[in-house]
């Protein structure tokens, strides 16, 4: 039998955080053996919000450095950066080029963020499309993101049905979101009915980030916001939404059925004490993650070989992708070389 194919990405955007791991990652690197992988660091997603040149460069590298400390093993999985592929960015023209404008304003997470921004770019309404081709290039089948990703992989099923509508083709694959059963949606610590999220992870007290040492672990946990009870238990009531989190964080670090998770505070005394358990649990888990980061960070020969390979795989899948679709839509394939019809040189022809 074949091997499913996934894709999955990850924008370098720092503050890498509990949830992006419990919600992303971990999956990913769990389920890789039994599939084909690409995991890819969008670095072209991030440049739709403004971002400092010097820390993107660094964040590009320290994100692929901590899909690989979190256990993606180059091995089974292809690890690469989004713009070292160039068929991501041609592409996305493409596509655009068949996406009506409405269903991008319709998008959640577009609504989101360019209400909270002054001045919005258009690379932020276009990021879905930018997402959809980084999918559909690849034929994959499934896609392991957190909750928040859902619409967008919808919006890819869509954009992928209208292309093969249009063209009366069966060119792309319809790929299928899979969400995590558990911790599909870790909350903010500071605020339980808001995510966890990177562009919020700057306030402290908000989000657990990868690289935060102990005594920050340790911190960020006991302020965490709860409730006026005492009661430890999974509660869907939204006035039980901080303890519910802080179980559920224990229970995908854990791999914990619920029973056995509220088993273990049945003693408990208060929250505070659910608290210090819950950063242990979480302090012990990132600690061999910590190490691995800061080693393949320390010498980066290891990484950026790593990567090359992964930007030469992805290129092999995406490129005759890309350009089988150009073939589809009209576009005449180029000559190999600018001379070619002639054998003169183009600027004596003109
Ligand atoms: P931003 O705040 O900038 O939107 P983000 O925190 O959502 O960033 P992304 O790089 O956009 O991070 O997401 C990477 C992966 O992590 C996606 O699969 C996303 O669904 C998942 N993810 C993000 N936040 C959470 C969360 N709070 N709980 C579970 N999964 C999450
Ligand atoms: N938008 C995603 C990141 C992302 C992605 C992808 C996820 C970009 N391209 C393709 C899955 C598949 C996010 O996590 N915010």
Redesign the pocket.
């Known amino acids: 039998m074949t091997k499913k194919r996934v894709?999955?990405?990850?924008?370098p955007t720092g503050n890498t955080h509990l949830g992006n791991y419990l919600g992303?990652i971990r999956r990913w690197a769990a389920e890789q053996a039994d599939k084909t992988n690409f995991f890819?660091v969008?670095d072209l997603?991030s440049l739709t919000v403004p971002q400092d040149p010097a820390q993107l460069r660094h964040e590009t590298r320290s994100m692929a450095a901590m899909l690989l400390a979190c256990g993606i093993d180059p091995q089974q999985s292809t690890v690469f950066v989004q713009s070292h592929v160039t068929a991501h960015a041609e592409g996305c023209w493409l596509l655009n080029c068949i996406t009506p404008l409405g269903w991008l304003q319709r998008m959640t997470q577009f609504k989101d963020k360019s209400a909270r921004q002054e001045s919005v770019l258009t690379g932020l309404l276009d990021?879905p499309v930018?997402?959809a081709g980084?999918?559909l290039f690849y034929d994959a089948d499934e896609?392991p993101?957190?909750e928040?990703?859902k619409q967008?992989?919808e919006l890819t099923r869509d954009i992928a049905q209208r292309f093969n509508a249009l063209y009366d083709t069966e060119f792309f694959v319809i790929p299928q979101p899979v969400i995590a059963k558990v911790a599909a949606r870790v909350m903010g610590l500071d605020d339980p009915t808001v995510k966890m999220s990177k562009s919020l992870a700057d306030k402290r007290g908000h989000a657990v980030r990868l690289l935060d040492s102990p005594d920050e672990i340790l911190y960020v946990f006991k302020r965490a916001v709860t409730d006026s009870g005492r009661e430890i238990r999974f509660a869907d009531e939204p006035e039980k939404a901080g303890v519910n989190n802080l179980l559920s964080i224990y229970q995908a670090v854990t791999g914990k059925e619920k029973d056995a998770v509220e088993a273990d505070f049945a003693t408990a005394r208060g929250y505070g004490d659910l608290k210090v358990r819950v950063a242990e649990v979480v302090i012990e888990a990132l600690r061999p993650i910590q190490a691995r980061h800061a080693e393949l960070m320390a010498d980066t020969g290891e990484l950026d070989q790593v990567l090359a390979e992964g930007a030469a795989r992805a290129r092999e899948i995406s490129q005759p992708k890309v350009d089988e679709m150009k073939h589809i839509m009209g576009l005449v394939a180029a000559s190999v070389h600018p001379t070619s019809e002639s054998g003169m040189p183009l600027q004596d022809r003109l």
């Not at 894709?7 to 924008?11: A, D, E, R, V």
């Open positions: 894709f999955s990405g990850i924008q992303a890819c969008v997603h990021y930018l997402m980084d999918i896609v993101v957190g928040d990703q967008h992989v």
